[in-house]
């Protein structure tokens, strides 16, 4: 009989954690994106940045 704890083990866990990696990667992109589509043109203008 296999436990709980052997049966995630292997790619499985492999895949989980990449998955969770890529998961929070969006997170904080759309994080930068929602901040930076608040900010006012002369605010990204301050940062070199425009719009488009």
Known sequence: MTTTST???GPRR???R?????WAARRVRRAAVREL???SEHELK???IGRS
């Open 7 to 9: 049966i995630r083990t």
């Open 14 to 16: 492999s895949f989980l």
């Open 18 to 22: 990449r998955l969770r990696a890529a």
């Open 37 to 39: 589509q608040a900010m």
């Open 46 to 48: 301050d940062l070199g």
